[in-house]
C-alpha cells in the first residue's frame, strides 16, 4: 500500500460527457502529479502540482484541468469525453525527501462508451 | 531527461537472480538512475534509485557502472512475484516528472 488513494476505482461513461477523479496523496506529501496510461502511448506525466500551485505540466488535453485543494487532495477533471480517453489514470504524490521518489495510487480505470 | 534502452522482455526462473539492464549514455552529471515497476495495471512501483554508487536496499541491488552509460537492476531471488514491467529512468532532481519508457517486461518462472 503506497498510502495515495484514488477513486472511484472504475468508471463508465459516455462519450461527451465530464468527469472528476479524486486523489489523496500521502501524508504529508506536497506534490501531486496524474499520469495517464492508455495502451497505445504507454504512461504519460499529465500535470502536477505543488501545495496547491501549479507545478508542471505535460501532454494534458485542454478538455482536461486539474486542481490541488488545500487540504492537498486533488481533482482531475475531464470534459467533453471521447473514446480515445479510455484509459488508467494514476495520482502520485512526493514529499521532497532526498530521493524525490513518487508514489503512486492504484488508479481510475476510465471507460468512454 | 535523457533517453533510456532497456530489452523488452527477459525471463528468470524462480528463485535465481534476475539482471535487469539499462542504457543511458546520454546521462548528464546530475541526473539519477530510478527504477520503478508495474505489476500487471497496478500502480508503478518505486524500486530504488543511484547517482554513481551502487545501491542497495530491501527490494533490489542497483549497479551502476563507473561511466554511468548503464545500469542494472538485480532482484537477487526472484518469485513469482516479481512478475511485472520494470522501468529504467533518468531524471534529475529537479525534473519532477517521470518521463517511463516501454519497460522491460519480467516473467518469473516456476
Known amino acids: 500500500d503506497s498510502g495515495v488513494t484514488q477513486t472511484p476505482k472504475h468508471l463508465i461513461t459516455a462519450t461527451g460527457q465530464r468527469v472528476t477523479l479524486r486523489c489523496s496523496p500521502r501524508s504529508g506529501d506536497l506534490s501531486v502529479y496524474w499520469y495517464q496510461q492508455s495502451l497505445d502511448q504507454g504512461l504519460q506525466f499529465l500535470i502536477q502540482?505543488?501545495?496547491?500551485?501549479?507545478?508542471a505540466k505535460g501532454n494534458i488535453l485542454e478538455r482536461f484541468s486539474a486542481q490541488q485543494f488545500p487540504d492537498l487532495h486533488s481533482e482531475l477533471n475531464l470534459s467533453s469525453l471521447e473514446l480515445g480517453d479510455s484509459a488508467l489514470y494514476f495520482c502520485?504524490?512526493?514529499?521532497?525527501?532526498?530521493?524525490?521518489?513518487?508514489?503512486f495510487g492504484p488508479g481510475t480505470r476510465l471507460t468512454v462508451t | 531527461d535523457a533517453k533510456t534502452t532497456q530489452p523488452t522482455s527477459m525471463d528468470c526462473a524462480e528463485g535465481r537472480a534476475a539482471n535487469l539492464p539499462c542504457n543511458h549514455s546520454t546521462i548528464s552529471g546530475n541526473e539519477y538512475v530510478y527504477w520503478y515497476r508495474q505489476i500487471h495495471s497496478q500502480g508503478p512501483q518505486y524500486i530504488i534509485h543511484g547517482l554513481k554508487n551502487n545501491e542497495t536496499n530491501e527490494m533490489a541491488s542497483l549497479i551502476i557502472t563507473e561511466d554511468r552509460k548503464s545500469s542494472t537492476l538485480i532482484l537477487p531471488h526472484a518469485t513469482l512475484r516479481d512478475t511485472a514491467v520494470y522501468y529504467c529512468?533518468?531524471?534529475?532532481?529537479?525534473?519532477?516528472?517521470?518521463?517511463f519508457g516501454t519497460g522491460t517486461r519480467l516473467q518469473v518462472f516456476p
Open positions: 502520485a504524490s512526493s514529499g521532497r525527501t532526498t530521493s524525490y521518489e513518487q508514489y
Open positions: 529512468i533518468v531524471r534529475s532532481l529537479l525534473a519532477d516528472k517521470l518521463i
Open positions: 502540482y505543488y501545495n496547491g500551485e501549479e507545478r
